[in-house]
Nanobody, 117 residues
Framework: QVQLVESGGGLVQPGGPLRLSCALS????????MGWYRQAPGKQRELVAT???????NYADSVKGRFTISRDSAQNTVYLQMNSLKPEDTAVYYC???????????WGQGTQVTVSS
């Protein structure tokens, strides 16, 4: 059973950093495209960043230059380093995984990120 467990959310001041982690269990990270999505109150869930099995990354325009997605295959974990956070980054952040062999999608439970002074 594949499971994604996020951690690292919380309250941070504008301009500050935060790092989210997503641990994958029940699967091998190198077989999955991984990503982060977010959903703010009253808004649709939107893509934040993805990293493919070869390691290519993609970012939403709103986070380019501020966020970095990375992975540690030894730890079976994907990270989202968020710098220069803005109040508009406030949302529930969800980890996403797609098995590239069987084309099955998985979601984490979400972690709240609040950017406020």
């Amino acid at each position: 059973q594949v499971q994604l467990v996020e951690s690292g959310g919380g309250l941070v001041q504008p301009g500050g950093p935060l790092r989210l982690s997503c641990a994958l269990s029940g699967g091998i990270l190198r077989l999955y495209t991984m990503g982060w999505y977010r959903q703010a109150p009253g808004k649709q869930r939107e893509l934040v960043a993805t990293i493919t099995t070869p390691g290519s990354t993609n970012y939403a325009d709103s986070v380019k230059g501020r966020f970095t997605i990375s992975r540690d295959s030894a730890q079976n974990t994907v990270y989202l380093q968020m710098n220069s956070l803005k109040p508009e980054d406030t949302a529930v952040y969800y980890c996403y995984a797609r098995n590239t062999v069987f084309k099955v999608d998985y979601w984490g439970q979400g972690t709240q990120v609040t950017v406020s002074s």
